[in-house]
């Protein structure tokens, strides 16, 4: 049931990358291009996700188990620290050059062409570094 | 207008089916998290760590089929994509480091972070934001 309802969850969630434009890297570019020929589009993408997350997130502070059973999951670090900022940066420069980020690269690699898949492969590259890196320092 | 109804409804179906893995599966909706997550799983030595790998799997099949779907009711969706190669392979890499390194992307610091007000990830979001402004600026700028 938890694998239908996780599956069922990434298509509405994909669906609405695809409708909204954020697999359009031009569409998101535009959005990026403060300083330029602004296209505010994409802020109503984060406007409408905000609407339903805020709630939804109201409604699981209160819970302490998620309706199918397993616990809530909610992220518990707090501290601000050099790793979120510099990994911040290096993702909005990435962001900035490509017009990609990690979910709508996924929901382009069906119906994409090669260029997704070119992004998407240097992607899981940099994810496996990290997690090299991090098993050396443990 | 009406050129803004796509991105709201769009963005109110991303919020919904974060919604769903969240009040569900008890899960955050971060994408780099969770493909992150089940790459590391590949790292792992123990059998266990590897157990919660199910639901990654699902959610991203679903992520993966989702214009698929979209394409069999209407025109497959548009995309331009400008970059050259080389842009996409550098671009791809710093998204995959930055992305880890900061625990979250767009939609787990952007979409649930916020939305749960989380002040670590409004200092993510700004920041990836702001660099992604100033990446377009400098690269539009020099052409």
Redesign the interface.
């Known amino acids: 049931m938890s694998m239908l309802t996780s599956l069922l969850a990434g298509v509405i969630f994909g669906l609405g990358l695809v409708i909204s434009g954020m697999t359009n890297p031009a569409k998101v570019l535009g959005f990026l291009d403060l300083f330029g020929k602004w296209d505010p589009a994409m802020a109503f993408v984060m406007a409408g996700a905000l609407m339903v997350g805020t709630v939804a997130f109201r409604i699981a502070g209160k819970r302490t188990r998620a309706i199918l059973g397993a616990p809530i999951s909610l992220p518990t670090a707090r501290d601000i620290d050099r790793r979120l900022v510099l990994g911040s940066l290096a993702f909005g420069i990435g962001w900035g050059l490509a017009g990609y980020c990690p979910g709508p690269v996924m929901t382009s690699l069906a119906t994409g062409g090669g260029k997704p898949w070119i992004f998407f492969i240097a992607m899981l590259a940099g994810m496996a570094i990290f997690e090299i890196a991090e098993r050396r320092k443990a | 207008m009406s050129?803004?109804y796509?991105?709201?409804?769009?963005?109110?179906?991303?919020?919904?089916?974060?919604?769903?893995?969240?009040?569900?599966?008890?899960?955050?909706?971060g994408?780099?998290g969770i493909?992150?997550g089940l790459?590391?799983k590949a790292?792992a030595r123990q059998a266990e760590s590897r157990s919660d790998a199910?639901?990654?799997i699902?959610?991203?099949?679903?992520?993966?089929?989702?214009?698929?779907?979209?394409?069999a009711f209407t025109a497959?969706?548009?995309?331009?994509?400008?970059?050259s190669?080389g842009?996409?392979?550098?671009?791809?890499?710093?998204?995959?480091?930055?992305?880890?390194?900061?625990?979250g992307?767009?939609?787990g610091?952007?979409?649930?972070?916020?939305?749960?007000f989380?002040?670590?990830s409004l200092?993510?979001?700004v920041?990836?934001?702001?660099?992604?402004?100033?990446?377009?600026?400098v690269?539009?700028g020099l052409l």
């Open positions: 050129a803004y796509a991105p709201l409804i769009g963005g109110i179906m991303i919020g919904l089916g974060a919604a769903m893995l969240l009040l569900l599966n008890g899960r955050i909706a994408i780099s493909l992150g790459l590391g790292f199910g639901w990654r699902a959610f991203l099949a679903g992520l993966v089929a989702a214009p698929l779907l979209y394409g497959p969706p548009a995309a331009q994509v400008d970059a190669v842009t996409l392979a550098v671009a791809g890499l710093l998204v995959g480091l930055g992305t880890r390194y900061a625990s992307c767009t939609s610091h952007g979409v649930c972070g916020l939305s749960r989380s002040p670590r200092v993510a979001t920041t990836f934001m702001g660099a992604g402004f100033a990446t377009v600026a690269v539009r």
